[in-house]
């Protein structure tokens, strides 16, 4: 069984930064693609950023600029890097991976940017 256990999240003020990371057990060799998505109250979820195996990025408009994302294959661990953060960001943010057949969920964890 696979599991994705994030941690990270928090309250911070604007302009501040913080660092998402997902951590990934049981027995899989490596997803085709990591990506965080986040959902504000009473939106849709959207897709903040995406990795592929060679490892390429994308960004949603939103974030570019602002946000990284990584991976530790080694660490079997995805991570959003978030900086200059806007109270525009504040969601829960989820991590995916995806291999051949199947998606995986994180738990979410909630940002706050806030004065």
């Known amino acids: 069984q696979v599991q994705l256990v994030e941690s990270g999240g928090g309250l911070v003020q604007p302009g501040g930064s913080l660092r998402l990371s997902c951590a990934a057990s049981?027995?899989?060799?490596?997803?085709?693609?990591g990506a965080w998505y986040r959902q504000a109250p009473g939106n849709q979820r959207e897709l903040v950023a995406t990795i592929v195996s060679d490892g390429s990025t994308n960004y949603a408009d939103s974030v570019k600029g602002r946000f990284t994302i990584s991976r530790d294959n080694a660490k079997r661990t995805l991570y959003l890097q978030m900086n200059s953060l806007k109270p525009e960001d504040t969601a829960v943010y989820y991590c995916?991976?995806?291999?051949?057949?199947?998606?995986?969920w994180g738990q979410g964890t909630q940002v706050t940017v806030s004065s």
């Open positions: 995916n991976g995806r291999t051949l057949f199947q998606a995986y």
């Open positions: 049981g027995n899989i060799f490596r997803f085709t693609t």
